[in-house]
């Protein structure tokens, strides 16, 4: 996790055996929460990486990704599989932290909870943007580990710096998995064990303070637009009025998000996870169509077999299988640590890297 463009999803796509849409910008390319899933190279155990949208997206509000997000780290925990812990990513090359950053931190210090700070690791990433000023870099981390970062410091969080490697990606990784400990979220507890709407939640509670407060500027501003397009048309003054007219409907649109806004956060799980589902449904359904046209080649290829096709297939048959996923069980950590098998599906030369379907469907159904 982290704010846009931190480098969320280039993380994954380092150690992630499918495709991820990795965004070069500031405008957010992470839709919805996605499921991906790689082997490590020592211990032989699959990892399964969540990539989540930051709560400043770009294109939806802060209230919409909490849902995202807590439908699935809530699913995750109804069906007993717990997290090894949370990556949160911080650009270094930011020379200041900005009121977005302050507040994306603040939202997922609440998700997480403050007996959980073990389990994360503060990555700072981005090295690379200011290699000719590697102390200037330094001297930021120092600050967050002096002031924003502080406390989670001290109640174990770890302080790791990303240099965009794979071997550094897996190292920071590794941080959460070798504990062999797993977590179960305030968010998530919050939700599933205590039965809280989203708004009552710790993370809910401080979105739905600021939606209040932009609700009740959004009156105040609307009052004074009135006053001031009764003025213009006292003055017949049409240009003024027909501007005034056109902002304050802007403004009604902006106030009527939030009030859909504050709606949305008045749900308990069941209701959130009937919405949600039907939105990873329509995931699964796309990317079984890209498998669907990643096939066509190879079965023109069966159509037109070559003459030495039964010995071929006999051999093909005979060699040994290449490492893939194929009912290679993922490692995840249930009630009392009890060590669960995820059974996903092969990743072929002629499926494509796709995101493992199992995975999706956990969010689907």
């Not at 979220?185 to 509670?205: C, F, H, P």
């Not at 060699?319 to 950590?333: A, D, F, N, W």
Request: aromatic residues 4%; positive net charge.
């Amino acid at each position: 996790m982290g704010v846009t463009g931190s480098g969320k999803s280039t993380f994954v796509s380092l150690l992630a055996d499918q495709d991820v849409d990795v965004s070069h910008g500031l405008q957010s390319h992470t839709i919805r929460g996605r499921p991906y899933s790689f082997q490590d190279p020592e211990s032989g155990e699959n990892v399964i990486l969540i990539d989540m949208p930051g709560f400043d997206d770009t294109s939806r509000s802060d209230a919409e990704i909490l849902r995202e997000l807590s439908y699935c780290l809530a699913i995750l925990h109804l069906r007993n599989i717990r997290l090894a812990g949370l990556v949160y990513l911080h650009r270094v090359s930011d020379p200041r932290m900005t009121g977005s950053a302050i507040k994306n931190l603040c939202l997922f210090q609440s998700l997480c909870g403050q007996q959980n700070y073990g389990h994360v690791v503060l990555a700072t990433t981005m090295w690379a943007e200011i290699e000719e000023e590697r102390v200037i870099g330094l001297q930021r981390e120092r600050e967050l580990r002096n002031t924003y970062w502080a406390d989670m410091i001290q109640r174990g969080s770890k302080v790791k710096e990303h240099n965009g490697s794979r071997k550094s990606a897996l190292d920071i990784v590794r941080t959460l998995t070798g504990t062999g400990r797993p977590v179960t979220l305030a968010i998530q507890y919050e939700l599933i064990v205590e039965g809280r709407t989203l708004g009552d939640t710790e993370v809910g509670r401080i979105l739905s303070q600021e939606i209040d407060a932009d609700m009740k500027k959004a009156v105040r501003n609307t009052m004074d637009l009135n006053s001031g397009l009764e003025e213009a048309e006292r003055d017949d003054d049409h240009s003024a009025a027909a501007s005034i007219r056109a902002e304050r409907e802007e403004a009604e649109a902006q106030a009527a998000k939030r009030a859909r806004d504050k709606e949305g956060l008045g749900v308990r799980f069941q209701q959130l996870a009937e919405q949600e589902r039907q939105l990873y449904a329509a995931i699964v359904r796309e990317e079984k169509q890209k498998r669907k046209v990643q096939r066509v080649p190879a079965s023109r290829a069966r159509a037109s077999p070559s003459r030495d096709s039964n010995t071929d297939t006999a051999a093909e048959t005979n060699k040994p299988r290449k490492p893939g996923l194929l009912r290679r069980k993922g490692i995840v950590y249930g009630a009392q640590g009890r060590k669960n098998s995820l059974i996903i599906p092969e990743r072929t030369s002629s499926l494509g890297k796709t995101i493992p379907e199992r995975l999706l469907l956990l969010f689907a159904t």
